[in-house]
């Protein structure tokens, strides 16, 4: 069993329409690489594909492979190629709902976007929007998504008076 800290939330840096999860693997077996960058992947209808066994090390963040889970959505740049969060509604409520079960099975890890594992280059404690590796997701999922799991932790401290 691993040792899950982090659940990270990615975009696919791919157009919504007409990008397949076979062009993906594709696009990551030229990288070299032998197992997907993702464990998950929300596509634009909602659905979500399951790419790897939670208990293997997906590429989705170098250097921090070891310890989290690798979720992303399809989508992620406009018709220009650049960065945008697009998620459709589907998208977005799978991707809580997936957010919210990845949670339970992980009540320690923490959820946060790709770009939040970019270094801390001016030392303030803190990763500003200057200091990103990559806009990805295009979101701030640390914020969007903060509130999951609190709802378990409220009621067994309620439960535990």
């Known amino acids: 069993m691993r040792n899950i800290r982090y659940i990270a939330v990615h975009c696919t840096a791919t ?11 594709a696009y ?6 032998k197992k997907p960058g993702y464990h998950y992947v929300v596509m ?18 170098k250097d921090f492979n070891a310890y989290l889970i690798n979720v992303a959505y399809m989508g992620g740049i406009d018709s220009n190629g ?3 969060d697009n998620r459709t509604e589907a998208q977005k409520a799978a991707l809580y709902f ?20 970019s270094p801390d ?13 990559k806009q990805c997701p295009c979101f701030n999922a640390k914020e969007e998504y ?12 309620i439960f535990l008076q």
């Open 121 to 133: 280059r001016n030392g303030d404690g803190k990763i500003s929007s200057n200091e990103f590796i």
């Open 146 to 157: 903060r509130n999951i799991g609190m709802v378990d932790k409220i009621q067994d401290e």
């Open 82 to 84: 650049k960065a945008m």
């Open 44 to 61: 634009p209808s909602g659905k979500v594909e399951q790419l790897l066994d939670e208990n293997q090390v997906s590429n989705g963040v």
């Open 15 to 25: 157009s919504q329409k007409g990008t397949s999860i076979d062009q993906l693997k």
């Open 98 to 117: 997936l957010l919210e079960q990845l949670k339970f099975r992980y009540p320690k890890a923490i959820i946060q976007g790709h770009r939040d594992f």
């Open 28 to 33: 990551w077996n030229s990288l070299g690489w």
